[in-house]
Nanobody
């Protein structure tokens, strides 16, 4: 069972990146998913989460116009599209999956449920710098 995050790298301010998270050993169809990040010296921060049926997406207010979560269950992969990147977005980005709990929203998984994710990817470094 594994989540493999990829797509990080060095990008100039204003640029875009699309992170991918591929699941193996289990099917994402029944899992809520989320993206998190941790910058040096800072706590882990939840960015965007969605439910197994993708009907209840949540992105934190400060990022909702720049970051978009999506999933492709046929490919057993989910994504984080990041636009207009800023130096403050520099961090290690982590993907995570949690067996979906009926009745809970993406906002729950990004907040109260953020410590309950079953599986975590290894992280991919995003550096925003000129």
């Amino acid at each position: 069972v594994q989540l493999q995050a990829s797509g990080g790298g060095l990008v100039q301010p204003g640029g875009s990146l699309k992170l991918s998270c591929a699941a193996s050993g289990f099917t994402l169809d029944y899992y809520a998913i989320g993206w998190f990040r941790q910058a040096p010296g800072k706590r882990r921060e939840a960015l965007s989460c969605t439910t197994a049926d993708d009907m209840h997406r949540h992105t934190i207010n400060s990022l909702k116009f720049r970051f978009t979560i999506s999933r492709d269950n046929a490919k057993n992969t989910f994504y984080l599209q990041m636009n207009d990147l800023k130096p403050g977005d520099t961090a290690v980005y982590y993907c995570a999956a949690d067996l979906d709990k009926d009745g809970y929203s993406g906002e729950y998984y990004c907040n109260d449920g953020s410590d309950e994710f079953d599986y975590w990817g290894q992280g991919t470094l995003v550096t925003v710098s000129s």
